[in-house]
């Protein structure tokens, strides 16, 4: 009987050390520790004629900033041309295996060509003009949103085709002294969620079809937002869990992306995950346990910084796993970092502000959508009569 008494215990401090290590314990660990190591350093100039690598300054008093080599502060600002995207633009939503509506090619675009303007979109194709553009109204960089979809159509295989249509538009930035901000975009997770009521495939984009899995759920938008639709939470949920793998694939993508332009001081860095959608899970859990060790793992991916814990591959990963170097080794370029998408709508704190990665160069790039979803809005105040956020 007392055999049996001990071995029950034993097994629930077993089962209590379990949860807390895949759980905040867990993840708070990782993160003090990430907080102690020393900060990684570049470890090689810009070529010659090339922009000067940015960075992220970390002064001992005052906010740390976007700078230049020189320290001085750097302010990006530009453009969001979205022709990259693959958006769906047929014309019988059932069928959403619709090839990219402008070409992926660069030589459609070589020697100052550009394909006409397609009436199936609202986006005209970018263009080596268009750049041009950009420069001369003051812009300094460019936004380039790319989908996940077109960079990995089929698992395991990368389209270099498309790698070099974004490479064509870093040449045209680099040529107007323009700062490129690639962004691994996606809106709603996929055009591959499925037809239904309400639904506006053509809004939609981000991951390919075979990483899509919305497990027989009905594809119908609720309250006229895109996001509020079953198969979009089920294929958000399934891809933070990693269900069959797709969150590793997502992450060799992004490094296959990073091995091409880590030596390229034009790119300014890499946002990794468009507006965040938490599927159904709820903050803060959302953001501490799955959306930033989820970063941290990306992190460790292509810079090779190994703050996390060694673990398994291949399915759900714990907070605290962190992720196996894929030899990219890029130490230069800024990662920027999108809250989940709650937060950005709300503008209401819905994670904790605890250490995410060892490696200097990350830059929270929230989308603030104050005034447009938050409380005020639904209250219909004017912006600048609004009673939120509270304080100003």
Request: aromatic share 12%; charged share 15%; proline share 8%.
């Amino acid at each position: 009987m007392i055999a049996r008494v001990l071995i029950a215990r034993i097994a629930l401090v077993v089962l209590v050390v379990v949860i807390a290590a895949l759980t905040y314990p867990g993840e708070l660990a990782v993160s003090l520790a990430t907080k102690l190591r020393a900060a990684h350093t570049p470890s090689s100039a810009a070529s010659t004629g090339a922009l000067p690598w940015l960075r992220v300054a970390h002064p001992a008093r005052g906010l740390p900033y976007i700078a230049d080599e020189q320290g001085r502060m750097v302010l990006l600002h530009g453009a969001i041309p979205a022709s990259l995207i693959d958006f769906w633009t047929g014309a019988n939503q059932s069928q959403p295996d619709v090839p990219a509506l402008y070409p992926i090619d660069p030589a459609a675009y070589a020697d100052g060509a550009c394909p006409a303007n397609s009436p199936a979109s609202k986006y005209p194709p970018l263009c080596a003009w268009d750049v041009q553009q950009m420069a001369e109204l003051g812009f300094n960089s460019v936004r380039l949103p790319i989908s996940w979809s077109l960079l990995e159509p089929e698992r395991g295989r990368f389209n270099s085709m498309y790698v070099e249509r974004v490479a064509q538009v870093v040449d045209w930035a680099r040529a107007r002294d323009m700062y490129v901000i690639i962004d691994m975009h996606q809106n709603a997770y996929s055009r591959y969620i499925g037809a239904g009521t309400d639904v506006d495939l053509s809004q939609l984009s981000g991951a390919p079809k075979w990483a899509t899995i919305t497990d027989g759920l009905p594809s119908r938008v609720f309250g006229k937002q895109r996001e509020l639709n079953p198969t979009v939470f089920e294929a958000a949920t399934n891809f933070w869990y990693d269900r069959g793998g797709i969150q590793d694939e997502y992450i060799a993508a992004v490094a296959f992306l990073a091995n091409r332009f880590k030596d390229d001081s034009t790119v300014a860095g890499y946002s990794v995950f468009n507006e965040p959608w938490p599927g159904w899970n709820l903050p803060p859990g959302f953001e501490d346990l799955l959306l930033f060790p989820f970063y941290r793992r990306v992190i460790d991916a292509i810079t090779g910084v190994h703050d996390g814990i060694p673990c398994w591959t291949g399915f759900f990963m714990p907070a605290p796993c962190g992720y196996r170097d894929l030899g990219v080794h890029d130490l230069h370029h800024l990662i920027f970092l999108d809250t989940g998408d709650l937060r950005e709508i709300t503008d209401f704190p819905t994670h904790l502000g605890t250490p995410l990665s060892s490696y200097p160069n990350v830059v929270l790039s929230m989308h603030a959508y104050t005034h447009f979803y938050t409380v005020d809005a639904l209250l219909h105040q004017a912006p600048d009569r609004a009673t939120y956020p509270w304080g100003g």
